[in-house]
C-alpha cells in the first residue's frame, strides 16, 4: 500500500500554525486529511479552533476520525507513549487519508519529531513530505530572536544573568534549521524594508535551498504546502540543530496554567491581560470567553504584549458557557495569575 505523506508544521507560539491549518483545511479540495493537534497545556484550544472548520473534524476527543488531539505533552517529549500508537491506528486506515498534517505546540523540537519516522513501525507507513515552519514576521521585525542567545535572555526575560539558556531563540533557530518551506506569516504588518529585514534574517538560519513565501492569515494554496515529496527521514539527520548532542531535554523553563475567569467585558479583559503580561513573563495567552448576552464564543489569543479577538461561532445548545484560558511563560503561578486578573476584571 501506499505511504501516507505526512506534512509537519511548526513555528514559535503564536506565529499562526493553526490558522494556517484552517486554511489549509477549508481549502482542500477533495483532499481526505487527517490531522494530529498537540497542544502545550491543559485545555486543547487549537484543537476546538479545528473542529470548527465545518470538514467533519466533530469527534469530541475520538482518535479515529479526522481530529487527533495529543494534550499535555510536547511530541517530541512523548513521542513513543502518544505519537507512535496514533500513527499506528491511522496506518490501520491509509486506504481511507491521502495526506497528514500534523500541527506541533510551539514549544516542540521538530527534529526528534522527524526522526520518529524512521521507526520501522512508522517507515513503511508514512514519509515526511516537507517541515513547514512558520514564522512571526512582526516579532521578528521587533527583535524577538538575536543572534545572540544572552541578549535574547536579556530582551525576553528581562534577566541580567548572561548564563541563563535562552530555550526560545534557540528553538526558533531548530525550527528553522529543519525547514522544507519558511512562510513568513502576518507580513500585511510590515513594510517593505522591514520584510526584508526580517527575510534576510530567516535566510541566515535556514537551510540555502530553503523557499520563504510571505503570508497574510496563513492564507496559502493548498498545493503550496502540500506534495513537496521531501522524505524529510531520510536526510534530517544531516540537520544539524543546537539539540543534536542532548540525551534528552525537557521544558523546564515554560510553564503552562489554565484559568476560569468571569468575564463581563471584551476590552475590560484584553486591558487587563495586558497589564497581566507586562507584569508577568507570559508569551502566550489564548482561550474562549462567555460574555453575558453574546450568543457567540469569542476566542482571545496573544503573542506577548500584542492580543486579538474575534466571535467564532454560537455557543452549542447544552454547552458549558464558560471563560477559560491558557497562559503559557516562564515562572508562573496560576494562583496569582487567577487573582489579579480576576481582581482586575472584577474592579469598576
Same mark, same amino acid.
Given at each position: !500500500?501506499?505511504? +501516507?505523506?505526512?506534512?509537519? &508544521? @511548526?513555528?514559535? $507560539?503564536?506565529?499562526?500554525?493553526?490558522?494556517?491549518?484552517?486554511?489549509?483545511?477549508?481549502?482542500?479540495?477533495?483532499?481526505?486529511?487527517?490531522? *494530529?493537534?498537540? /497542544?502545550?497545556?491543559?485545555? #486543547? *484550544?487549537?484543537?476546538?479552533?479545528?473542529?470548527?472548520?465545518? *470538514?467533519?473534524?466533530?469527534?469530541? #476527543?475520538?482518535?479515529?476520525?479526522?481530529?487527533?488531539?495529543?494534550?499535555?505533552?510536547?511530541?517530541?517529549?512523548?513521542?513513543?507513549?502518544?505519537?507512535?500508537?496514533?500513527?499506528?491506528?491511522?496506518?490501520?486506515?491509509?486506504?481511507? +487519508?491521502?495526506?497528514?498534517? +500534523?500541527?506541533?505546540?510551539? $514549544?516542540?523540537?521538530?527534529?526528534?519529531?522527524?526522526?520518529?519516522?524512521?521507526?520501522?513501525?512508522?517507515?513503511?507507513?508514512?514519509?515526511?513530505?516537507?517541515?513547514?515552519?512558520?514564522?512571526?514576521?512582526?516579532?521578528?521585525?521587533?527583535?524577538?530572536?538575536?543572534?545572540?542567545?544572552?541578549?535574547?535572555?536579556?530582551?525576553?526575560?528581562?534577566?541580567?544573568?548572561?548564563?541563563?539558556?535562552?530555550?526560545?531563540?534557540?528553538?526558533?533557530?531548530?525550527?528553522?534549521?529543519?525547514?522544507?518551506?519558511?512562510?513568513?506569516?502576518?507580513?500585511?504588518?510590515?513594510?517593505?524594508?522591514?520584510?526584508?529585514? &526580517?527575510?534576510?534574517?530567516?535566510?541566515?538560519?535556514?537551510?540555502?535551498?530553503?523557499?520563504?513565501?510571505?503570508?497574510?492569515?496563513?492564507? $496559502?494554496?493548498?498545493?503550496?504546502?502540500?506534495?513537496?515529496?521531501?522524505?524529510?527521514?531520510?536526510? *534530517?539527520?544531516?540537520?544539524? @540543530?543546537?539539540?543534536?548532542?542532548? /540525551?534528552?531535554?525537557?521544558?523546564?523553563?515554560?510553564?503552562?496554567?489554565?484559568?476560569?475567569?468571569?468575564?463581563?467585558?471584551?476590552?475590560?479583559?484584553?486591558?487587563?491581560?495586558?497589564?497581566?503580561?507586562?507584569?508577568?513573563? +507570559?508569551? =502566550?495567552?489564548?482561550?474562549?470567553?462567555?460574555?453575558?448576552?453574546?450568543? !457567540?464564543?469569542?476566542?482571545?489569543?496573544?503573542?506577548?504584549?500584542?492580543?486579538?479577538?474575534?466571535?467564532? =461561532?454560537?455557543?452549542?445548545?447544552?454547552?458549558?458557557?464558560?471563560? =477559560?484560558?491558557?497562559?503559557?511563560?516562564? /515562572?508562573?503561578?496560576?494562583?496569582?495569575?487567577?487573582? /489579579?486578573?480576576?481582581?482586575?476584571?472584577?474592579?469598576?
Amino acid at each position: !500500500m501506499h505511504k +501516507i505523506p505526512a506534512t509537519i &508544521v @511548526t513555528g514559535f $507560539l503564536g506565529a499562526g500554525k493553526t490558522t494556517l491549518l484552517r486554511h489549509l483545511l477549508t481549502h482542500a479540495g477533495g483532499r481526505r486529511i487527517a490531522v *494530529i493537534v498537540n /497542544e502545550f497545556g491543559a485545555l #486543547g *484550544i487549537d484543537g476546538e479552533l479545528l473542529r470548527g472548520c465545518g *470538514i467533519g473534524c466533530d469527534d469530541e #476527543g475520538r482518535d479515529d476520525g479526522n481530529l487527533v488531539e495529543l494534550a499535555n505533552g510536547c511530541l517530541c517529549c512523548t513521542v513513543q507513549e502518544e505519537f507512535a500508537p496514533v500513527m499506528e491506528r491511522l496506518a490501520e486506515r491509509r486506504d481511507r +487519508i491521502d495526506h497528514l498534517v +500534523i500541527e506541533t505546540s510551539g $514549544l516542540a523540537l521538530p527534529k526528534p519529531l522527524v526522526q520518529a519516522f524512521q521507526w520501522p513501525t512508522l517507515r513503511h507507513a508514512f514519509t515526511v513530505d516537507a517541515v513547514v515552519t512558520v514564522v512571526d514576521a512582526p516579532a521578528v521585525a521587533e527583535g524577538r530572536f538575536a543572534d545572540d542567545p544572552q541578549a535574547v535572555d536579556l530582551q525576553r526575560r528581562a534577566d541580567d544573568n548572561l548564563d541563563h539558556e535562552s530555550p526560545l531563540a534557540e528553538l526558533f533557530a531548530d525550527q528553522l534549521a529543519t525547514a522544507d518551506l519558511v512562510v513568513l506569516n502576518k507580513t500585511d504588518a510590515l513594510d517593505a524594508a522591514a520584510l526584508a529585514t &526580517v527575510e534576510a534574517q530567516v535566510r541566515a538560519g535556514a537551510p540555502a535551498a530553503v523557499k520563504l513565501l510571505a503570508a497574510q492569515h496563513g492564507r $496559502l494554496a493548498p498545493d503550496v504546502l502540500l506534495g513537496l515529496g521531501r522524505a524529510v527521514e531520510d536526510s *534530517i539527520d544531516a540537520r544539524r @540543530t543546537h539539540h543534536d548532542e542532548e /540525551e534528552d531535554h525537557d521544558h523546564d523553563e515554560f510553564d503552562s496554567v489554565a484559568l476560569t475567569l468571569e468575564v463581563t467585558d471584551r476590552e475590560r479583559l484584553l486591558q487587563a491581560l495586558a497589564a497581566l503580561v507586562a507584569r508577568h513573563e +507570559i508569551y =502566550r495567552a489564548k482561550g474562549f470567553v462567555a460574555l453575558p448576552g453574546a450568543a !457567540m464564543r469569542l476566542v482571545v489569543q496573544g503573542v506577548g504584549a500584542r492580543l486579538d479577538s474575534h466571535f467564532d =461561532r454560537a455557543w452549542r445548545p447544552g454547552e458549558a458557557r464558560v471563560s =477559560r484560558l491558557v497562559l503559557i511563560g516562564a /515562572e508562573l503561578d496560576a494562583a496569582v495569575l487567577q487573582r /489579579e486578573l480576576q481582581q482586575t476584571l472584577s474592579a469598576g
